[in-house]
């Protein structure tokens, strides 16, 4: 997945891409939280969508913007809401992948 570099400065950006995805809205509203838990704990990040599967690429930690460098409290934060999320939700499965030192959220949803 690149970097973009805009959907790290403007979290709207990210939110437009969930959006006008076209996973079911249920989803679309908890990506969204998701999106809001990721942004209040100050972490750069870009997202895809494809076939059902969203993509989360957390890359690095304001202020510092130095790839791969995350506050602990913060990646923490976000991913308890991941957990969380994933706990309430059978139709949400996730997975977590270190690329070149940036953390890969990949959230598998199954259509029923």
Request: hydrophobic share 40%.
């Amino acid at each position: 997945m690149e970097i973009n570099i805009e959907q790290c400065r403007q979290n709207d950006k990210i939110k437009d891409v969930i959006s006008k995805s076209s996973l079911p809205i249920k989803h679309i509203k908890l990506m969204l939280r998701i999106s809001d838990v990721i942004y209040i704990n100050a972490i750069n990040y870009n997202v895809s969508i494809d076939d059902g599967i969203v993509n989360i690429l957390l890359i690095s930690s304001k202020p510092e913007n130095k790839k791969g460098s995350f506050n602990t409290i913060s990646l923490t934060n976000v991913l308890y809401r991941i957990k969380d999320m994933e706990k309430e939700n059978n139709d949400f499965k996730t997975k977590c992948v270190v690329i070149d030192g940036m953390l890969q959220v990949l959230v598998n949803i199954t259509r029923g």
